[in-house]
């Protein structure tokens, strides 16, 4: 069983950046690929970012790539996406999710509680 608490979210003007974070608990993190995806109201949920367990291997969305960046400290047991340069339309809930393989779909096992994120015009 993993938790995971995602936290960094609030209420940034457009152009601005923040950092988010999630951390995991457990012994066994690096094991688990981790991925960011966010829902704004009445969307379906959308993938951001996924890594692999080891850190190696990183993929982006096309419609964040070269804004957001998803990297992971294992030491930490902690999963974070940068976000720069930040629209209106990024406004939504961030979730973290965790599984053993790195996908792009939302079949991940393990998922946060979501923190908010508005970014004002």
């Not at 993993?2 to 950046?17: D, H, R, T």
């Not at 690929?33 to 096309?62: C, N």
Request: net charge neutral; with cysteine.
């Amino acid at each position: 069983q993993v938790q995971l608490v995602e936290s960094g979210g609030g209420l940034v003007q457009a152009g601005g950046s923040l950092r988010l974070s999630c951390a995991a608990s457990g012994r066994t993190f690096s094991s688990y690929a981790m991925g960011w995806f966010r829902q704004a109201p009445e969307k379906e949920r959308e993938f951001l970012a996924a890594i692999s367990g080891s850190g190696d291997f990183t993929y982006h969305a096309d419609s964040v790539k070269g804004r957001f960046t998803i990297s992971r400290d294992n030491a930490k047991n902690t999963v974070y996406l940068q976000m720069n340069s930040l629209k209106p339309e990024d406004t939504a809930v961030y979730y973290c999710a965790a599984g053993v393989r790195i996908t792009v779909t939302a079949s991940y096992d393990y998922w946060g509680q979501g923190t908010q994120v508005t970014v004002s015009s």
